[in-house]
């Protein structure tokens, strides 16, 4: 079933000699939910211009269906967009920027330009209504809409064209929470009920995780580790992946053999196979597989230095050795106690040396780490044509 | 103490406010008077309007700047709105850079731009006069024009770039607040870029284009200054029109025209400030706002499915305009031509009818503003009349110059009309090039109730009697010419002594604080209403001057016992004239007694056919049911006693006339 749609073979785009997207590879399979994640001007919105049609790439072939759509402009490709801030028509109403894609006169394989009849685009218009649940807002006008509407009534505005793919580019940045949750699933739901490709792109990893099929996660113009949800979060090729997606202590560590890394002079088991002896590698354990123990029966001990509530968990951060680990956990340890803690050899995950060691996964100034993470900076992202205002 | 201070600043606002309408006000109060002045007021009456509607050259170049003024706009916008969104797809340095470039010609004096213009169109006459004539001389399936001249093309392309940076200005702002986002959104969506343009970027970005057109079509209208340089002999503004009328008499007319002119910028500027103020509400309301019946009909009718109706719409008042256009010069490009170029309100209008009546000949008549003027546009080269109607002492200068066609006077039998004395003048001696149009005399004019005894002597001009209340002619020629006659020596003097003397005898007047000022075209307002006592000008304007005065002026005409200067203006056809049949057909026609008795009563200057000159008094009885007032017809037309005292101007060398021009400038005032 899974047949494979789009080809980006080896991509490079540059602006005025600067190198925005440095060899993409990455292949699309039909049908599939595709997301490209990664902080702004990783490139993932240069990415999904370049499918779009707006972007030629410096060099390398775009593929579809085997053919190379390189410099086919974007309303000759059956892809249609969903944009960042919507993009709606202000002088056409919300039935009126629906139609807008049917009304354009189509030229068929013979030539002919054919337009389609008012009863169709009707038709259509308002089953797209329909599913967005938007009926009843035809006459509307786009500035008399919410948020989420508009957003609405831009997915319906690309959706009833019955494009093959659809490309998202940080459709739900501009919503509330509670919101972004509800087109989360109204989004999945749409993808599964037509049956499109969609390429959606973003830089909240909840986001990417929840909804997609596959993850791209990018840094600096390169992908960094393509994979399913679970296999990015529990098996991350480098320490900016570890970082990026979820909480992550990573570590210094040597591999001393196979199964056994070594970790502040201590040994520990592992499940991780392949490197050389002794061979200095990246640990990521993540906070929430670090069991506390007391003090006498830990393979660590260490000293809390804070403790924030979640809710859910405890955010605890200790200090062993002069490094600090963020643990969550359900149970309460106070500042100041002194804990030991376990970890199992599934909990540990070994990682090659990268150009991002010794960049993350350390807790010492915590406070600011959080708040960066916590910090939904939703805007419009530095990258394109570098001219935006 | 707050309180004064809030009734000051408005006391200050108001005198403002005044100080900027006032003229305006008072213009468009007195395009309603009765009579022809604008210093007394006769009553109400739409009168001037009425006769502005059938002046057939003010409609001339009411059409002339209407189409000028719509294609420099239609072309400008189309060009201009494509010009900013061009800016706009560059980088940021460069389009800043660009703006500032654009915004440069706006604040240009347009004097600059005009003669930039004039001299660049004359350049590329003159290159592509050397390339037709190659081009001409090798091939000969098509024959390229090889003399160009300004006209309406020429017209047309400066006011086409001068327009061009007022469109981008106004749409530049409203493409730097559009998002981008939805014109990828339609090309998403399956439009070409021209298509997404027109059905996303056109409706956003229209306020911009629609401001900016309204603004273009009013500096066009405007536009005096630039159109001067670049419209050559053919056409003429309305601008160029009311200029040209202002030279020899301010008639209400003007007052009439230009308070149309004020009241249709007026307008265009209202629509376009209430378009902005309807746009912001529109935007500040959005929801709350219901929309009007009109706009709900707007929108109904910017429904896609009318579409073909608004094309149909479009097309249809496309194809009128340029029916329209087409039509307009078909007729008049068909028929053959002359082209005339007078002295403002220097003709009854109806014989120029009537002579296209009779021949079939269309007569392009545009106008000058003076010797000087009409001299240095011909030496530019950028004119091509046939028919030019100089003084005497510029027809000498011509002539000297070799700037003259001699004539053939067996097509125009009415010269024999003409009287021997206006024949074979100093400046023709031979009378080969000219065909005398009007003379006339320079006189003192002075309020008889405003001054002690009769004058009859130049110099009351220079007596401290009448200290501040005499008006000094604002033209050394017939100032210093006054004071010449005055010291009973030659007009026309080379002896620098001589002049120098002539000139202390003014400087000498002008220190002690006898004159008012140096005046023109203000004598009219100054004398009818009797703010000043004398004053030096033309028999003929005097005539008009007498019917306009107000209550208690007395005005008097008198020709100096020390003699005077008379003057003769007459048509001559410049050398190479394109019209020759047609100008020899057109003198001939205005020598006839017929022509020269309507010119007469219609521009009161005299005229040099014998026969209109005797019959005049009878025509006027027979037109108007009273007798002549034989009195004044004497001033209009000097009795040959008077005129044998009078002395023509001859062309001075130059280094008189440079002599001539310092002291004017030593004058001061």
Same mark, same amino acid.
């Given at each position: 079933?899974?047949?494979?749609?789009?080809?980006?073979?080896?991509?490079?785009?540059?602006?005025?000699?600067?190198?925005?997207?440095?060899?993409?590879?990455?292949?699309?399979?039909?049908?599939?939910?595709?997301?490209?994640?990664?902080?702004?001007?990783?490139? &993932?919105?240069?990415?999904?211009?370049?499918?779009?049609?707006?972007?030629?790439?410096?060099?390398?072939?775009?593929?579809?269906?085997?053919?190379?759509?390189?410099?086919?402009?974007?309303? &000759?490709?059956?892809?249609?967009?969903?944009?960042?801030?919507?993009?709606?028509?202000?002088?056409?109403?919300?039935?009126?920027?629906?139609?807008?894609?049917?009304?354009?006169?189509?030229?068929?394989?013979?030539?002919?330009?054919?337009?389609?009849?008012?009863?169709?685009?009707?038709?259509?218009?308002?089953?797209?209504?329909?599913?967005?649940?938007?009926?009843?807002?035809?006459?509307?006008?786009?500035?008399?809409?919410?948020?989420?509407?508009?957003?609405?009534?831009?997915?319906?505005?690309?959706?009833?064209?019955?494009?093959?793919?659809?490309?998202?580019?940080?459709?739900?940045?501009?919503?509330?929470?509670?919101?972004? &949750?509800?087109?989360?699933?109204?989004?999945?739901?749409?993808?599964?009920?037509?049956?499109?490709?969609?390429?959606?792109?973003?830089?909240?990893?909840?986001?990417?995780?929840?909804?997609?099929?596959?993850?791209?996660?990018?840094?600096?113009?390169?992908?960094?580790?393509?994979?399913?949800?679970?296999?990015?979060?529990?098996?991350?090729?480098?320490?900016?992946?570890?970082?990026?997606?979820?909480?992550?202590?990573?570590?210094?560590?040597?591999?001393?053999?196979?199964?056994?890394?070594?970790?502040?002079?201590?040994?520990?088991?592992?499940?991780?196979?392949?490197?050389?002896?002794?061979?200095?590698?990246?640990?990521?354990?993540?906070?929430?597989?670090?069991?506390?123990?007391?003090?006498?029966?830990?393979?660590?001990?260490?000293?809390?230095?804070?403790?924030?509530?979640?809710?859910?968990?405890?955010?605890?951060?200790?200090?062993?050795?002069?490094?600090?680990?963020?643990?969550?956990?359900?149970?309460?340890?106070?500042?100041?106690?002194?804990?030991?803690?376990?970890?199992?050899?599934?909990?540990?995950?070994?990682?090659?040396?990268?150009?991002?060691?010794?960049?993350?996964?350390?807790?010492?100034?915590?406070?600011?780490?959080?708040?960066?993470?916590?910090?939904?900076?939703?805007?419009?992202?530095?990258?394109?044509?570098?001219?935006?205002? | 103490?707050?309180?004064?201070?809030?009734?000051?600043?408005?006391?200050?606002?108001?005198?403002?406010?005044?100080?900027?309408?006032?003229?305006?006000?008072? !213009?468009?109060?007195?395009?309603?008077?009765?009579?022809?002045?604008?210093? +007394?007021?006769?009553?109400?009456? $739409?009168?001037?309007?009425?006769?502005?509607?059938?002046?057939? %050259?003010?409609?001339?170049?009411?059409?002339?700047?209407?189409?000028?003024?719509?294609?420099?706009? +239609?072309?400008?916008?189309? =060009?201009?709105?494509?010009?900013?969104?061009?800016?706009?797809? !560059?980088?940021?340095?460069?389009?800043?850079? $660009?703006?500032?470039?654009?915004?440069?010609?706006?604040?240009?004096?347009?004097?600059?731009?005009?003669?930039?213009?004039?001299?660049?169109?004359?350049?590329?006459?003159?290159?592509?006069?050397?390339?037709?004539? @190659?081009?001409?001389?090798?091939?000969?399936?098509?024959?390229?024009?090889?003399?160009?001249?300004?006209?309406?093309?020429?017209? %047309?392309?400066?006011?086409?770039?001068?327009?061009?940076?007022? +469109?981008?200005?106004? +749409?530049?702002?409203?493409?730097?607040?559009?998002?981008?986002?939805?014109?990828?959104?339609?090309?998403?969506?399956?439009?070409?870029?021209?298509?997404?343009?027109?059905?996303?970027?056109?409706?956003?970005?229209?306020?911009?284009?629609?401001?900016?057109?309204?603004?273009?079509?009013?500096?066009?209208?405007?536009?005096?200054?630039?159109?001067?340089?670049?419209?050559?002999?053919?056409?003429?503004?309305?601008?160029?029109?009311?200029?040209?009328?202002?030279?020899?008499?301010?008639?209400?007319?003007?007052?009439?025209?230009?308070?149309?002119?004020?009241?249709?910028?007026?307008?265009?500027?209202?629509?376009?400030?209430?378009?902005?103020?309807?746009?912001?509400?529109?935007?500040?309301?959005?929801?709350?706002?219901?929309?009007?019946?009109?706009?709900?009909?707007?929108?109904?009718?910017?429904?896609?499915?009318?579409?073909?109706?608004?094309?149909?719409?479009?097309?249809? %008042?496309?194809?009128?305009?340029?029916?329209?256009?087409?039509?307009?010069?078909?007729?008049?490009?068909?028929?053959?031509?002359?082209?005339?170029?007078? @002295?403002?309100?220097?003709?009854?209008?109806?014989?120029?009818?009537?002579?296209?009546?009779?021949?079939?000949?269309?007569?392009?008549?545009?106008?000058?503003?003076?010797?000087?003027?009409?001299?240095?546009? !011909?030496?530019?080269?950028?004119?091509?009349?046939?028919?030019?109607? *100089?003084?005497?002492?510029?027809?000498?200068?011509?002539?000297?110059?070799?700037? $003259?066609?001699?004539?053939?006077?067996?097509?125009?039998?009415?010269?024999?009309?003409?009287?021997?004395?206006?024949?074979?003048?100093?400046?023709?001696?031979?009378?080969?090039?000219?065909?005398?149009?009007?003379?006339?005399?320079?006189?003192?004019?002075?309020?008889?109730?405003?001054?002690?005894?009769?004058?009859?002597?130049?110099?009351? %001009?220079?007596?401290?009697?009448?200290?501040?209340?005499?008006?000094?002619?604002?033209?050394?020629?017939?100032?210093?010419?006054?004071?010449?006659?005055?010291?009973?020596?030659?007009?026309?003097?080379?002896?620098?002594?001589?002049?120098?003397?002539?000139?202390?005898?003014?400087?000498?007047?002008?220190?002690?604080?006898?004159?008012?000022?140096?005046?023109?075209?203000?004598?009219?307002?100054?004398?009818?209403?009797?703010?000043?006592?004398?004053?030096?000008?033309?028999?003929?304007?005097?005539?008009?001057?007498?019917?306009?005065?107000?209550?208690?002026?007395?005005?008097?005409?008198?020709? *100096? /016992?020390?003699?005077?200067?008379?003057?003769?203006?007459?048509?001559?056809?410049?050398?190479?004239? *394109?019209?020759?049949?047609?100008?020899?057909?057109?003198?001939?026609?205005?020598?006839?007694? /017929?022509?020269?008795?309507?010119?007469?009563?219609?521009? @009161?200057?005299?005229?040099?056919?014998?026969?209109?000159?005797?019959?005049?008094? /009878?025509?006027?009885?027979?037109?108007?049911?009273? *007798?002549?007032?034989?009195?004044?017809?004497?001033?209009?037309?000097?009795?040959?006693?008077?005129?044998?005292?009078?002395?023509?101007?001859?062309?001075?060398?130059?280094?008189?006339? =440079?002599?001539?021009?310092?002291?004017?400038?030593?004058?001061?005032?």
């Amino acid at each position: 079933m899974a047949k494979e749609l789009i080809r980006l073979s080896d991509c490079t785009m540059s602006f005025d000699g600067e190198v925005v997207l440095d060899g993409i590879n990455l292949y699309i399979n039909d049908e599939e939910f595709l997301t490209l994640l990664g902080p702004s001007g990783c490139g &993932k919105t240069t990415t999904l211009r370049i499918i779009g049609g707006f972007l030629t790439p410096t060099s390398g072939d775009v593929l579809f269906d085997g053919v190379r759509i390189n410099s086919v402009p974007p309303h &000759k490709r059956t892809i249609n967009t969903v944009f960042q801030k919507y993009a709606l028509f202000p002088h056409l109403n919300v039935y009126e920027n629906i139609a807008f894609g049917l009304r354009i006169p189509k030229t068929d394989a013979s030539g002919h330009k054919a337009r389609l009849p008012e009863g169709e685009i009707d038709q259509r218009v308002m089953e797209m209504l329909e599913i967005v649940n938007l009926r009843g807002f035809e006459k509307r006008r786009i500035t008399q809409l919410s948020g989420g509407q508009q957003q609405r009534v831009a997915i319906a505005r690309a959706l009833v064209n019955r494009p093959r793919v659809l490309l998202l580019d940080e459709p739900l940045g501009a919503l509330d929470l509670k919101l972004r &949750k509800d087109m989360q699933n109204e989004l999945k739901r749409i993808q599964k009920a037509m049956g499109i490709t969609f390429i959606y792109v973003t830089h909240d990893q909840e986001e990417a995780l929840a909804m997609s099929d596959t993850v791209v996660v990018m840094d600096g113009g390169k992908i960094q580790q393509i994979g399913t949800p679970e296999d990015i979060y529990n098996e991350p090729k480098n320490a900016f992946v570890a970082d990026f997606i979820g909480e992550s202590n990573i570590l210094d560590g040597i591999m001393r053999q196979d199964g056994v890394v070594e970790l502040f002079n201590r040994r520990f088991q592992c499940l991780d196979k392949g490197f050389e002896k002794d061979e200095a590698v990246d640990v990521v354990i993540r906070p929430e597989d670090i069991d506390i123990v007391p003090e006498d029966q830990g393979q660590l001990r260490g000293t809390v230095t804070s403790v924030t509530f979640k809710g859910m968990q405890y955010d605890i951060i200790v200090d062993f050795y002069g490094f600090k680990w963020l643990i969550q956990t359900t149970d309460l340890s106070p500042v100041g106690s002194r804990i030991g803690i376990k970890i199992d050899p599934d909990g540990i995950h070994v990682m090659r040396k990268s150009q991002y060691s010794g960049m993350f996964g350390d807790y010492s100034s915590y406070s600011e780490e959080y708040e960066e993470i916590s910090d939904a900076n939703y805007g419009p992202e530095g990258e394109g044509s570098g001219d935006e205002e | 103490m707050r309180k004064t201070n809030r009734a000051g600043s408005r006391l200050l606002i108001g005198l403002v406010f005044l100080f900027l309408y006032a003229p305006i006000i008072l !213009l468009i109060i007195f395009s309603f008077n009765a009579g022809d002045s604008s210093a +007394v007021w006769k009553g109400f009456s $739409l009168d001037w309007y009425g006769r502005l509607f059938r002046n057939r %050259l003010i409609m001339e170049s009411v059409y002339t700047t209407l189409l000028v003024s719509l294609l420099a706009t +239609v072309i400008a916008t189309a =060009a201009g709105t494509f010009a900013a969104i061009g800016l706009y797809s !560059l980088g940021r340095k460069r389009r800043e850079a $660009l703006l500032t470039v654009n915004n440069i010609p706006m604040i240009n004096a347009d004097i600059v731009t005009g003669v930039s213009l004039c001299l660049f169109f004359v350049a590329f006459f003159q290159g592509w006069g050397s390339f037709a004539r @190659w081009f001409n001389s090798v091939q000969s399936a098509v024959e390229l024009p090889e003399r160009l001249v300004l006209g309406f093309t020429t017209l %047309l392309l400066a006011h086409v770039a001068f327009n061009i940076p007022y +469109v981008i200005l106004n +749409v530049a702002p409203k493409l730097r607040q559009m998002d981008r986002n939805p014109m990828d959104a339609a090309q998403d969506l399956g439009c070409t870029w021209m298509g997404a343009f027109w059905k996303v970027m056109l409706p956003e970005i229209k306020p911009g284009i629609v401001s900016g057109a309204l603004i273009a079509f009013t500096m066009s209208i405007d536009d005096f200054i630039i159109s001067y340089f670049t419209a050559g002999s053919s056409s003429s503004t309305l601008a160029m029109a009311i200029y040209g009328m202002t030279k020899k008499r301010v008639t209400p007319e003007i007052n009439a025209i230009s308070t149309l002119l004020f009241l249709s910028v007026l307008v265009l500027l209202v629509l376009s400030n209430l378009k902005e103020v309807r746009q912001e509400a529109r935007e500040r309301l959005g929801a709350a706002r219901k929309p009007s019946g009109l706009e709900r009909a707007r929108q109904r009718f910017s429904e896609p499915r009318y579409l073909w109706v608004r094309r149909g719409l479009a097309a249809a %008042l496309a194809c009128g305009f340029i029916g329209v256009v087409g039509f307009l010069s078909y007729v008049t490009g068909s028929r053959p031509v002359v082209n005339v170029c007078s @002295w403002g309100e220097y003709i009854d209008p109806a014989l120029i009818d009537q002579f296209e009546e009779e021949t079939g000949i269309r007569v392009n008549y545009q106008t000058a503003e003076s010797n000087e003027t009409l001299y240095s546009l !011909l030496k530019s080269g950028g004119a091509d009349y046939d028919v030019i109607v *100089p003084s005497d002492y510029m027809i000498g200068r011509l002539i000297a110059e070799d700037m $003259l066609e001699p004539l053939d006077y067996s097509q125009i039998p009415n010269y024999g009309l003409i009287e021997d004395r206006f024949k074979n003048l100093p400046f023709d001696p031979d009378n080969q090039y000219t065909v005398p149009y009007t003379w006339g005399t320079l006189g003192i004019i002075y309020n008889a109730n405003a001054v002690e005894e009769e004058i009859t002597s130049w110099g009351a %001009l220079y007596d401290d009697r009448h200290a501040g209340e005499v008006l000094l002619i604002n033209n050394s020629r017939d100032a210093i010419g006054e004071a010449l006659f005055y010291l009973g020596y030659s007009v026309n003097t080379t002896d620098p002594a001589e002049i120098r003397q002539a000139y202390e005898l003014v400087a000498g007047a002008n220190r002690r604080g006898v004159f008012q000022g140096r005046v023109m075209d203000e004598i009219f307002q100054k004398m009818e209403g009797g703010n000043a006592a004398i004053a030096t000008y033309y028999a003929g304007d005097y005539l008009s001057m007498v019917d306009n005065q107000a209550e208690g002026v007395d005005l008097a005409f008198v020709v *100096p /016992e020390e003699g005077s200067n008379w003057f003769v203006d007459a048509m001559c056809m410049l050398k190479d004239a *394109p019209h020759q049949r047609e100008a020899h057909m057109w003198m001939n026609f205005i020598a006839s007694t /017929e022509a020269n008795l309507a010119n007469m009563d219609y521009i @009161w200057y005299a005229s040099p056919n014998g026969k209109a000159l005797e019959l005049y008094p /009878e025509w006027y009885e027979e037109e108007y049911g009273e *007798p002549l007032d034989m009195e004044l017809y004497q001033i209009m037309a000097a009795p040959a006693e008077v005129l044998e005292r009078c002395t023509m101007y001859q062309n001075l060398d130059a280094g008189t006339l =440079a002599l001539y021009n310092d002291l004017w400038t030593e004058l001061g005032i």
